[in-house]
């Protein structure tokens, strides 16, 4: 069974970068069918697509975080990462890493989500 | 780009139907059949439970089905059970700048 498992830091400094891992268990992240992304949810707020990125390194991002994030994969450990840079409190949220079919905007797994809070 | 538009609330008893609706644009709801429904308990990460508007993924009982009219997609919850409640988000494709969530809807059984 496919499994998505978040890891970094729980506490970043204002102005600084969050940089996030997911680790891929069950599965391969080399396959042309699936895209692999970061979701966020600020506490008791809604969702939020991030970014995406397709086998072979193609990116796409949310316009409105587009010029602070980094997404970048690492198919021999089969692990992808997040880096949002200038974070600020508004930037506060569990950070969910999923599978995405065909970059469709179609999120099949979720990894469980990590609480990352901006604070100094 | 806006969120989808979802009511914040809706309710019903135990064996009824609820409807949750889910408006776009022709942009993205109304553009392509990539609706999608996630199901998200206190605590926990959303769970998908219908893609494509209307296709639900394995083990999803058939008591949640979805629909599309136009700009509006509908997740139907029948049968209501108390796990039901929790909070609902659909999600739509929307072309150039990728999917759009709403704003999510609590679930209450009565």
């Known amino acids: 069974q496919l499994q998505l498992q978040e890891s970094g830091p729980g506490l970043v400094k204002p102005s600084e970068t969050l940089s996030l891992t997911c680790t891929v268990s069950g599965g391969s992240i080399s396959s042309s069918s699936y895209s692999w992304g970061w979701i966020r949810q600020p506490p008791g707020k809604g969702l939020e697509w991030i970014a995406s990125i397709h086998y072979g390194g193609a990116t796409y991002f949310n316009p409105s975080l587009k010029s602070r994030v980094t997404i970048s994969e690492d198919t021999s450990k089969d692990q992808f990462s997040l880096r949002l840079s200038s974070v600020t409190a508004a930037d506060t949220a569990v950070y969910y890493c999923?599978?995405?079919?065909?970059?469709?905007?179609?999120?099949?797994?979720w990894g469980q989500g990590t609480l990352v809070t901006v604070s100094s | 780009q806006s969120a989808l538009t979802q009511p914040r609330s809706v309710s019903g008893s135990p064996g009824q139907s609820v409807t949750i609706s889910c408006s776009g644009t022709n942009s993205d709801v109304g553009g392509y059949n990539y609706v999608s429904w996630y199901q998200q308990h206190p605590g926990k990460a959303p769970k998908p439970i219908i893609y494509?508007?209307?296709k639900r993924p394995s083990g999803v009982p058939d008591r949640f089905s979805g629909s599309k009219s136009g700009n509006t997609a509908s997740l139907t919850v029948s049968g209501l059970q108390a796990e039901d409640e929790a909070d609902y988000y659909c999600s739509s494709f929307s072309g150039s700048t990728h999917v759009l969530f709403g704003g999510g809807t609590k679930l209450t059984v009565l």
């Open positions: 494509e508007v209307s």
């Open positions: 999923v599978r995405e079919w065909e970059l469709l905007g179609d999120f099949d797994f």
